[in-house]
């Protein structure tokens, strides 16, 4: 039965799993600001995140299991089906073309890693981490 029930779960039962990541839920578009203000002190991270699609699921999973949690960095989570006006806003901010998934790296105030779908990768990130 637990078989089916997690085939066939719905979008909501699949934003409550448990995860050891310390995400930030972005839900407002001031944080886009509070994004470019703390990027100067810290890189952050952006995962936009289709919560209905099937590849979006996989690409955050595979990132949540490559990623080193000991890294300095603040993590926003992004659910797409919820706030598309983040998400166009963060388009047109960081100057980038909306995917789902995507996942940005904003330092500075800039975008300085933007990926998708397949090419999300965790370990890439030291490259644009080191001091």
């Not at 509070?34 to 699921?57: G, N």
């Not at 299991?65 to 603040?74: N, S, W």
């Amino acid at each position: 039965m637990s078989l089916f029930s997690n085939f066939f779960s719905n979008s909501e039962n699949q934003k409550h799993s448990v995860s050891k990541f310390n995400w930030i839920n972005l839900t407002s578009l001031s944080q886009i600001d509070e994004i470019i203000t703390a990027s100067s002190q810290q890189p952050i991270l952006i995962f936009k995140h289709s919560t209905r699609c099937a590849i979006s699921k996989m690409a955050l999973k595979d990132f949540e299991k490559q990623f080193r949690l000991d890294q300095q960095i603040a993590c926003y989570f992004l659910d797409l089906l919820a706030h598309r006006d983040i998400s166009n806003e963060i388009a047109h901010r960081f100057e980038v073309i909306h995917q789902s998934p995507q996942l940005l790296l904003i330092k500075n105030g800039k975008c300085l890693y933007n990926v998708s779908h397949g090419a999300i990768d965790a370990t890439i990130l030291d490259r644009f981490l080191e001091p």
